[in-house]
């Protein structure tokens, strides 16, 4: 073997060492990726100078070879590409701040299809991180040229000899040292690269078997995939997880270059919706699972692949966000699921809402966040509603109809109150008659049930803003948004619709008091609690039996200052002391309460066991109503029941 030349490798530490310490020493494992990507290249090269005439005869079927001798302790990684002459070794692997695919890339531009990954020769020396000793042997495609072969120890000594290579390409040999013969076994070479060649448009062989999938979904033409194609992809990539809501195709090449395909998951207890799951790739080339910079956090739960050379690698997170490529990236990425669900919107109507159930949260918090995503989704927010809801079950789930204004329902089955979905532009063009530009609104259905069903059965129609974003973020921002518009929770007080017109009610002659002064006297009494104001009320109704005795009500104005305070201090928002207790006179309950109190007969100075009876039922009263409002701690769940077991005692010994 003669040996051509024999010398010390140009580093140039300044470009070289930033590079090291940011990347290639923080995961040995990267080396195959890197040989790879450069394998790739060097075929893609071949390819871009065949169309310029530049090539003899025909191209071979471009493949990477990759071979293992466990005797040996080689890895080897050949393809079948341009190779290089002796000349090019000496540029490209020597000195290596040069950078050959910035030079190719502007010699040769005929087809913009054929990207190079990287820059052939920073990449190489990921090797020497598992290597003791590297190996080139290359032939260069231009005819009569010379065979080369490389080594290095590692060290900046290099040697330079002809090769008995016949074939043009090249092959990169590595002598693993001691502590790296995890890379000598097929299993670990088969993970690493279906984790970061998995997609590269070039077959991959261990021996003879091909490796990696070669085919990448996202840079197809949507055209071309169907429905079938992008869930098998998902569940490619998240085995073993429940099929995708939605997804998007992104394909674009100006202002910057992106493909990708993201899928909107199942909000399921497993997921981290504030962890990323998409993977980043740049040309076909895995580089990171952790993409956080690049998508809006509102919608951080999305999955899926994003694949772009316009993104920095190598820099910092806070760098990365300021980048402004990267900031219209995520306003891309922002309308493009706009987009998706605005389609999803007009054309299926039962999809969008069964969408709706794990996605509205993020489009109400991305409206908060990002005014640009607030102005393109700001018709699509629906809002499940009372309206519909008592509708047979015979007539369909789901109308989709064509007049302004008209409800649509609920697909397959819904069983909680709100059954119906609407905008809250509908609600308000629908309601105008009975209460114009006023919203009623519930938080809780379960506590505030009561209050739900006294507005249905007056035709006032309620929506059920209930996720925890609403209460203490997306009511407010409404009422910036509409501006003329009074948004009212169910319990904050009683729509004078809800309430029977004053009619003159006639004066006790025996008390000088009129029944709702009796009924009044009879709570304050009993209760003997000031921060618990007594209002009487008689409620509207067919069945006074089927409305609350009592109900309390907690101001709206208060209410709304003590969770803001109670948010400020990141306490739990405790039930306010100050509060109302409305009273239905209507019910007969209350009108038996005063009939029996009037009945009742003083014992000397104390009072009749009648008077106790009065008394305890009241407060009765007031428990259950109290109860639907907020759970009891222990101690007050052990005085209410101790309570209700003596009412219950006193009323059995009447009988």
Not at 57 to 62: A, F, M, N
Not at 124 to 142: K, Q
Not at 196 to 215: A, S, T
Not at 569 to 584: M, R
Request: charged share 25%; with cysteine.
């Amino acid at each position: 073997m003669t040996v051509l030349e024999q010398g010390n490798i140009t580093i140039h530490t300044e470009n070289i060492f930033p590079i090291i310490k940011k990347s290639l020493y923080t995961d040995h494992e990267i080396f195959l990726r890197e040989l790879i990507s450069n394998s790739v290249d060097a075929i893609a090269k071949l390819k871009m100078i065949s169309y310029a005439g530049e090539v003899d005869g025909d191209l071979p079927e471009p493949e990477i070879t990759i071979n293992i001798d466990k005797e040996k302790k080689t890895l080897s990684v050949s393809d079948n590409g341009i190779g290089m002459t002796a000349d090019e070794v000496k540029k490209y692997i020597n000195q290596v701040a040069f950078s050959s695919a910035e030079e190719f890339i502007q010699k040769y531009q005929k087809d913009p299809n054929q990207q190079i990954i990287g820059h052939f020769g920073l990449g190489f020396y990921s090797s020497f991180m598992v290597a003791r000793h590297v190996e080139i042997d290359t032939l260069s495609h231009r005819s009569g040229s010379q065979a080369v072969h490389w080594s290095c120890d590692g060290s900046p000594a290099f040697e330079l000899s002809d090769s008995s290579r016949t074939t043009p390409g090249t092959t990169i040999t590595l002598t693993m040292m001691d502590e790296e013969q995890e890379y000598l076994e097929e299993g670990r070479i088969k993970q690493l690269v279906k984790t970061y060649c998995d997609f590269m448009p070039v077959p991959i062989k261990l021996g003879d078997e091909q490796i990696n999938k070669q085919k990448a979904p996202w840079k197809d033409s949507p055209q071309n995939l169907t429905d079938e194609d992008y869930l098998e992809f998902y569940r490619y990539l998240y085995p073993f997880q429940e099929d995708p809501l939605l997804w998007v195709h992104l394909n674009t090449d100006y202002p910057f270059i992106l493909n990708g395909i993201l899928y909107f998951p199942p909000i399921k207890p497993d997921v981290d919706i504030n962890k990323g799951q998409i993977k980043l790739f740049c040309n076909q080339v895995f580089v990171s699972d952790h993409c956080d910079q690049i998508i809006p956090d509102f919608l951080m739960p999305l999955r899926g692949v994003i694949d772009s050379t316009d993104i920095p690698l190598n820099v910092s997170r806070s760098a990365l966000t300021n980048d402004r490529t990267v900031r219209r990236i995520t306003d891309f990425i922002s309308k493009k699921i706009a987009d998706r669900l605005k389609q999803i919107y007009q054309e299926d109507r039962a999809k969008y809402i069964q969408c709706w159930q794990d996605v509205g949260t993020f489009v109400k918090f991305g409206s908060l966040k990002d005014d640009k995503f607030k102005k393109q989704v700001e018709d699509l927010i629906i809002y499940k509603t009372t309206y519909g809801a008592d509708k047979p079950k015979e007539e369909p789930q789901v109308e989709v109809q064509a007049g302004e204004g008209d409800p649509w329902q609920q697909a397959d089955g819904a069983t909680t109150e709100g059954d119906g979905y609407t905008t809250l532009k509908d609600y308000l063009e629908r309601n105008k008659e009975k209460h114009e530009n006023r919203v009623f609104y519930c938080t809780d259905p379960t506590a505030q049930a009561t209050y739900v069903e006294l507005y249905k059965k007056q035709g006032l129609e309620v929506l059920f803003l209930d996720s925890f974003i609403d209460t203490n973020y997306f009511v407010p921002f409404l009422e910036r948004e509409y501006s003329d518009v009074r948004f009212s929770r169910v319990d904050s007080d009683l729509d004078q619709t809800l309430i029977e017109e004053d009619k003159s009610e006639i004066i006790d002659p025996k008390t000088n008091k009129t029944r709702s002064e009796l009924v009044k006297e009879l709570f304050e009494q009993a209760l003997n609690n000031s921060k618990v104001t007594i209002r009487t009320e008689s409620l509207k109704t067919d069945n006074p039996q089927t409305t609350p005795p009592a109900m309390v009500i907690l101001p709206e104005e208060m209410r709304r200052i003590q969770e803001m305070t109670a948010l400020l201090q990141q306490k739990a928002v405790e039930f306010p002391e100050i509060h109302t207790l409305l009273v239905n006179t209507a019910h007969p309950m209350i009108q038996n309460l005063v009939n029996l109190s009037q009945g009742a007969i003083a014992v000397g100075d104390g009072q009749s066991s009648t008077g106790t009876l009065v008394n305890q039922m009241c407060q009765h009263i007031y428990d259950l109503a109290l109860i639907s409002q907020k759970p009891f701690d222990p101690e007050g769940m052990k005085s209410f029941i101790e309570r209700s077991n003596t009412l219950l005692t006193q009323m059995t010994e009447r009988l």
